[in-house]
């Protein structure tokens, strides 16, 4: 009997599936979205709105994320703005309306098995608003604490934190302005998240996202099917040198 081939077909599929590099890449979701009078419009930053028409409406919103999938720790500043109305009472036309809106959410991770470690953060939340306008502002790290609201800050230093484990982040903006005919009037709302992971020994923690399924790479697949072939074709060849 020639087992050659039941040999070398399992063999091929190691160095095949050894290769088999995972494509894991950061998929926060992300929304920005800006109306005005009801009408979606290009979103330009938070501070410095772009402005529409006579009605003076402006309407802004930015989101930006350092230090994913670094050891640098995560940084998270996020922005809505919204004005509408005219300057004074004498020239009161219409009226328009400006919406801005910022949304973040996924699941922050670590490498290695579930094990404790710690976790520095801060975690910041912020709107102020006048007339008829309003600003909305939440913020949080699961597990560790939220923010909503006016002036809202927490944070701590090297608290006890379970790494390994996924954990989500988030945070909402809203910011509304305008209901007709009105004097100028607006509202922002902001939000900062700060997060550093370290072992217990010190050693920083990379943090990414997502911690979902791996892919393998193209490359590879090719790999593992001609290991798996190559086996088939062995095993067909001493089965039928097994025949009477």
Known sequence: MNNTGLFWGPLL???????????????PVISTVCTVAQVAVACGPAYQPKFYGNENVAAGASVSILGLNTADGLDIE???GATAGTTSRDDLGVGSSAIAFVFLDFFGS?????RQGFATFAIVSDHDQDGGA???ASSFIAGLGSCEGTLCVTGATLVPFELGMPFEIGLSLRAASGSGPHVLDGAGTSAVIQLRLFETSGDPVVIFDPPGPSVPEPGSWVL???GILTFLIFRAKTISTRQP
């Open 13 to 27: 599929l190691v160095p095949a599936l050894g290769l088999a590099s995972t494509i894991i890449e950061p998929s």
């Open 78 to 80: 996020a922005g809505a």
């Open 110 to 114: 670590t490498d290695g098995p579930a």
């Open 134 to 136: 309003v600003g909305l």
């Open 224 to 226: 593992s099917a001609l």
